[in-house]
């Protein structure tokens, strides 16, 4: 049961551009969502996440929207670059005890044409 | 400090076969995770291991387990593997062992089985 939907799969992006990554989760139990950035040979890792007390985080040229009550959130990457090229994935975490379990989307590949 | 590493990086196995992957944590980390990633199914927990216990687990058959020792370093096991079982198995750990939510995963690059 995949219970957090990511699109598109795959995004291509002028330099300069906004990039934008779009999930929808199922959970109503999630109480945490990150994104994670993974570049090719490398693990997973953590770029930005958001509660859902809020509707919106920005950090840098990263901003994570949040829609509660339609269960989406998406991530925005503004003035994209070269180096940005990655894959993307989106989660869910339930918290309480939920160690070590974070739920993942299919994961967007990015990539920013210079 | 250094990151979480992983051992093999790569490996071949034939079906049938099992194999043992390792997984060292960020030094004073607690806590590590077991995900495996596949183009078809993405990133999905295998378990979770804390002062040696197992305290969560996915959805995997029995064939995958794990074990973590006092040092807090882990390993997983996959017996009578299948075609299937081909992925990259990525460790993760985090220092107090707390949800996702308290605390950040920082993941290892992962082990990549083949398995023929």
């Known amino acids: 049961q995949q219970q957090v939907k990511q699109s598109p799969q795959s995004l291509i992006v002028q330099k300069g551009g906004i990039s934008i990554i779009n999930c929808a989760y199922e959970?109503?139990?999630?109480?945490?969502f990150p994104w994670y950035q993974q570049f090719p040979g490398k693990g997973p890792a953590l770029l930005i996440a958001i509660r859902p007390d809020v509707s919106e985080k920005k950090e840098g040229r990263f901003t994570i929207s949040f829609n509660k009550s339609a269960k989406q959130f998406s991530l925005h990457i503004m003035d994209s670059q070269p180096g940005d090229s990655a894959t993307y994935f989106c989660?869910?975490?339930?918290?309480?005890?939920?160690?070590?379990?974070?739920?993942f989307g299919q994961g967007t590949i990015l990539t920013v044409h210079p | 400090k250094a990151g979480v590493t992983q051992t093999p990086r790569y490996l071949i196995k034939t079906r049938g076969q099992q194999v043992t992957l390792s997984c060292s944590p960020i030094?004073?980390?607690?806590?590590v995770s077991w995900y495996q990633q596949t183009p078809g199914q993405g990133l999905q927990f295998l378990f979770e291991y804390f002062s040696e216990t197992q305290r969560n687990k996915g959805n995997f058959p029995g064939r995958f387990s794990g074990r973590q020792f006092s040092n807090s370093r882990s390993e997983m096991n996959v017996s009578t593997l299948e075609l299937g079982d081909s992925a990259l198995y990525l460790c993760?750990?985090?220092?107090?062992?707390?949800?996702?939510?308290?605390?950040?995963?920082?993941f290892g690059p992962g082990t990549r089985l083949l398995v023929l």
């Open positions: 030094s004073g980390h607690r806590s």
């Open positions: 989660a869910g975490s339930a918290g309480g005890t939920s160690y070590g379990k974070l739920t």
């Open positions: 959970n109503t139990a999630f109480d945490y």
């Open positions: 993760a750990s985090t220092e107090r062992g707390g949800p996702p939510s308290e605390e950040t995963q920082y």
